[in-house]
């Protein structure tokens, strides 16, 4: 394994930035974006795989199988970068896919099946707003009218940003037929301190859950601070508080540790010291490996909102963004890569991501599975996210055997 060479190009690849070292952001369809494509696209070309691309951006690398026939399997993620974030987010799955596909050439396999190694477009919400964009139009949970219902802050719509940086024609053409592939399988940082905890170098995924994300307004009354006296208060920002409160006992209700919550955006109007709130907009986001329980909690957070909103005189409206399906694992790619780990001496546990990922949503399209490699502090999503060369090593070891099994089957 090259430990050195995916090293520098994930070092170089960090370069690519519109913030200082050590912070990374790489915004989609940004300048900075395509020239991290570019840099990718030319690794790939000189390990002699076909490129393609599609009309949202989403890349692929095709090493071909000695039967084109069959399905390929794949492996991938994504390079995209919220602002001021880390450098091994995703980048690890797409760096370390194509040092794994390296390795298999290097060693002269030959496989039955062909294995692609996708770049996913905007798996960050940064620009658009939503998540895991190009795997959603890949799996047709997304369809083309996005394209024009879809803006960025700069006033852009997807339709748009995605033409000016080059990818034309329609978003129908995304979507992919399932069966396409026979396996999906993707390498990621843990994003969690699980591993580290228990000083192992890599974790199977078994489940992925699924965030619900819900917009709420609270309209109230608003006032001067000193004049309007609090028998008479219809506050926006306390009933926005009590929901918000609501939302942490609901999740804890369940007694469940896969469930959670979180009230990530508060703004509230006027936002006066001496004004009385009399709107206040809330984010929030709920998520679980089960669904149902999921669900369940949505149900008792709206119920909560009706009982707040009648004892404090105010209105929400509660509209739910979007409420994806929760992912598990297939049973015959959890036991290849499992098999790999062993047969590599390399310590792993099984685990449940709680972060969710583009393999989500490849779930409609083939069976799936992940990989973890640990990271330090189970940081990720700013500057000092790290894991090391050798556990990335070790990660992208274990998936070239795991490719191979898969390929050859």
């Known amino acids: 394994m090259s430990t050195s060479q995916l090293t520098l190009e994930l070092e170089r690849l960090a370069k690519f930035s519109d913030t200082p070292a050590p912070s990374v952001t790489r915004v989609v369809y940004s300048p900075t974006d395509m020239q991290a494509r570019e840099y990718f696209k030319g690794l790939c070309l000189a390990a002699g795989l076909e490129i393609r691309e599609d009309a949202a951006g989403n890349t692929f690398a095709r090493w071909p199988g000695t039967e084109p026939d069959l399905p390929a399997v794949a492996t991938g993620s994504h390079i995209d970068a919220i602002p001021h974030a880390g450098a091994y987010d995703g980048t690890v799955g797409v760096f370390g896919g194509l040092e794994a596909i390296r390795l298999l050439q290097r060693q002269g396999m030959r ?33 083309a009218s996005a394209g024009a219902k879809l803006r960025g802050k700069d006033g852009l719509t997807l339709d748009e940003a995605r033409q000016a940086a080059g990818f034309t024609g329609t978003l129908e053409s995304v979507r992919l037929n399932p069966g396409v592939y026979s396996a999906f399988v993707e390498l990621h940082i843990e994003q969690g301190p699980l591993l580290e905890q228990e000083d192992l170098p890599l974790g199977v995924v078994t489940a992925i859950a699924a965030p619900a994300s819900l917009r709420v307004q609270v309209d109230g009354e608003g006032g001067h601070a000193g004049a309007f006296l609090m028998p008479h208060r219809h506050d926006a920002f306390l009933a926005a508080a009590e929901l918000a409160l609501a939302v942490e006992s609901s999740v804890k209700a369940t007694g469940v540790i896969d469930t959670v919550g979180t009230t990530g955006v508060c703004d509230v109007f006027p936002g006066a010291v001496n004004s009385v709130p009399s709107r206040t907009r809330l984010e929030i986001d709920i998520r679980d490996i089960d669904g149902a329980r999921r669900d369940q909690v949505i149900e008792n957070v709206r119920a909560a909102s009706v009982e707040i909103a009648a004892r404090r005189g105010v209105r929400f409206t509660i509209e739910t963004v979007n409420a994806d399906a929760p992912a598990t694992c297939a049973p015959e790619i959890v036991e290849a890569l499992s098999n790999a780990c062993e047969q590599a001496a390399l310590p792993y546990r099984k685990m449940v991501s709680r972060a969710y990922h583009d393999s989500l949503f490849m779930a409609q399209l083939a069976p799936v599975a992940m990989l973890f490699i640990r990271c330090k502090g189970g940081y990720s999503h700013r500057p000092d996210e790290y894991s090391s060369p050798v556990d990335i090593a070790a990660g992208s070891k274990v998936l070239a055997a795991t490719l191979a099994d898969l390929a050859l089957r």
């Open 111 to 143: 496989c039955k099946r062909a294995i692609e190694l996708i770049l996913f477009t905007s798996e960050e919400p940064t620009r658009f707003g939503i998540g895991c964009l190009g795997s959603r139009l890949l799996a047709g949970v997304l369809d």
